[in-house]
């Protein structure tokens, strides 16, 4: 492995850059080069991480010494002075702009000359005018596109990923849960409720101790700072700049504050509100009768809940989207629980660009306690993921058989699938004969992004309507903070797909969780069934399942929705349909 593990997609990101931003400063000749060096880059059969490792990058078609020196300095120190200096050329402001998705060095230069347009609030200002549609380049559905990608920038940087964090979260949970002066310790707030992003961690703890507990959390060896502690809170940083907020009470008033602390703040009030309409108060402290201090509920949440007549209520429905309403009316779906699947739809294998073999996921999935994996890599369109063509599907397909003999009687089965790149024309990039003796085909758009809405949805109607797809892998395309969603009629494609039998892909990838909570709930109540795909890249990365399933129960998911809650033989007769 080199220094870093930047794929040839960011390296050839990085040399576009440069080739824009020396085309944005008027250099001759220069960009081209830049250009055909990225060109041939996304579509290298190999890593360049491996050629650069056999010291051959000068034998990549286009790149000569000089941009050699580039990638050389790019792998090993994860990033190019170069392209910082150039970026620094740039009016100020126009760095900003170009953190913006669609909007390169040469699109920024005529939003500056005919605009005026010097940082994302003019960018913001000029689209909502509607200015925008009239420049060259730019269309109408330019002005829609940049809006949504100004907003995914602006909610960048200060909110973090679930799943890039949650395990750090769960280990400090652990820690105090272990602590012999902790009574209970429990995460809060809106990594409780698996929210997608997560602005800082709670934490509550109950202890007789909080001196003790407190200088315990201090010391917690993730943590790089410590904020500020007292009596009832403290708070650390954990690595670069993520908070995690502790908050100490007694045993008997833990209830009412996880409840509290736990959020989200609008299911808070609502809650409140109801609380008030009987004639009581809600707090952290508990619930109370408005006079004195007679205690209605407050050592655990379901007395709480059950004080107000209603369901307990699991915290990733805590949103107020109608939860309130189910609970008294015992209408609260039984969700999908985090040990209900059975096997995983959608991995990577070093058939094209995971890491593992299909032996070693296989072996990983069994640990997982899982029955089955699909092993889905990409097809021969998407060179830049070293996509694998026809004839290796063939080859592949015989060392599954050997995988499956030898792990016969562990109680695990490879699957053999394909993750099809879906064309501009919604057709996958694979032949019918070849699908045809597949397990599973799931079928994603990973180019083509910029098409109009109207043909975006032809274009996936089209793959919902094709005799061999089983699944659309991450519906949307999002990323999320970095790329929003391509613009489609989502409520037609989810009719087409339930018609048709074709689930949806909860993508559980930690940048992707596509679909999301809300898409996932339209699309179940729109009658598709979903299947949650890890998008595993390594043997690692199975533990993503575990945040598509919560993905799933905020989108108020239940077994029977997803398929691969499904023992192997009722999975088989479903993909038969
Ligand atoms: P985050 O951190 O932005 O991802 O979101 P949360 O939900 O974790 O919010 P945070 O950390 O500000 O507060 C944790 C919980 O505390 C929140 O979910 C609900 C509760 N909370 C905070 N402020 C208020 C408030 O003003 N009223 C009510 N009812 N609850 C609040
Ligand atoms: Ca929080
Ligand atoms: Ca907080
Ligand atoms: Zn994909």
Redesign the pocket.
């Known amino acids: 492995m080199p220094p870093t593990s930047l794929t040839n997609a960011d390296i050839a990101a990085v040399l576009y850059e440069i080739a824009e931003l020396l085309e944005f400063q008027g250099v001759k000749f220069k960009p081209r080069a830049y250009q055909r060096a990225a060109q041939s880059i996304e579509s290298l059969g190999e890593d360049v991480g491996d050629v650069y490792a056999r010291g051959d990058l000068e034998e990549i078609p286009g790149v000569g010494e000089n941009i050699a020196a580039k990638i050389v300095t790019l792998i090993e120190e994860g990033e190019l002075p170069y392209l910082a200096d150039l970026r620094k050329e740039l009016p100020a402001g126009m760095v900003e702009l170009l953190e913006i998705e669609g909007i390169g060095p040469k699109k920024a230069l005529l939003l500056h000359k005919k605009l005026g347009v010097d940082d994302v609030d003019d960018l913001e200002a000029a689209a909502k005018a509607g200015k925008i549609r009239g420049l060259a380049g730019f269309g109408e559905t330019s002005e829609e596109n940049l809006l949504a990608a100004i907003q995914v920038y602006r909610e960048r940087g200060s ?1 973090f990923l679930l799943g890039y964090i949650l395990p750090d979260a769960e280990a400090i949970e652990a820690a105090l849960a272990g602590h012999p002066a902790v009574i209970r310790a429990c995460l ?3 990594i409780r ?1 698996r ?1 997608e ?4 961690v ?1 934490v509550l703890v109950a202890t007789d101790d909080p001196g003790t507990v407190s200088a315990f959390f201090c010391s917690l060896p993730q943590a790089t700072r410590v904020v500020m502690t007292g009596p009832t809170k403290s708070t650390i940083v954990v690595g670069d700049n993520l908070h995690v ?1 502790m908050r100490v009470v007694t045993a008997e008033q833990f209830g009412a504050a996880l409840q ?6 609008s299911h ?2 609502a809650l ?1 509100q109801i609380a008030i309409g009987r004639g009581w108060k809600l707090s952290e402290y508990g619930l109370f009768a408005r006079e004195g201090e007679t205690v209605i509920a407050r050592e655990r949440e379901e007395d709480i809940y059950g004080a107000l007549d209603m369901a307990y209520i699991p915290p990733e429905l805590r949103e107020d989207r109608g939860e309130i309403a189910a609970a008294r009316e015992g209408t609260l779906p039984d969700l999908i629980g985090y040990g209900d699947i059975r096997g995983g739809l959608h991995v990577h294998t070093t058939w094209s660009d995971g890491a593992n073999t299909i032996r070693e996921m296989a072996e990983a999935a069994l640990a997982c306690g899982w029955e089955y994996i699909a092993v889905c890599d990409h097809s021969a369109g998407l060179p830049v993921a070293h996509g694998i063509s026809p004839g290796e599907i063939l080859e592949q397909a015989k060392e599954i058989e050997q995988v499956n003999r030898d792990l016969a009687g562990k109680g695990i089965t490879v699957l053999h699938g394909i993750e099809a790149n879906i064309d501009k024309d919604g057709l996958p990039d694979v032949p019918k004969k070849i699908l045809r003796d597949l397990d599973v085909v799931v079928a994603s758009v990973h180019s083509g992004f910029r098409q109009t809405g109207a043909e975006m949805t032809e274009r996936l109607l089209a793959a919902v309507s094709h005799d061999h797809v089983d699944i659309i892998g991450h519906p949307t395309g999002r990323l999320i903070q970095r790329r929003p969603a391509y613009r489609f009629d989502m409520d037609a494609v989810f009719s087409a797909a339930a018609a048709a039998h074709v689930m949806m892909e909860i993508n559980a990838f930690p940048t992707r969780l596509d679909l999301s909570d809300v898409h996932c709930r339209r699309a179940r109540d729109a009658g598709v069934t979903m299947a949650i795909g890890t998008d595993a890249h390594n043997r690692d990365h199975l533990r993503f399942m575990a945040l598509g399933v919560a993905v799933a129960r905020r989108g108020w998911l239940e077994a029977g929705d997803v398929v691969n809650t499904r023992p192997l033989k009722e999975l088989r007769a479903f993909l038969e349909k």
């Open positions: 909110r809060a707030g809106s409720r929210k992003t997560i602005g800082d709670d907020d509290y602390f736990t959020g989200s703040k808070n009030i409140r």
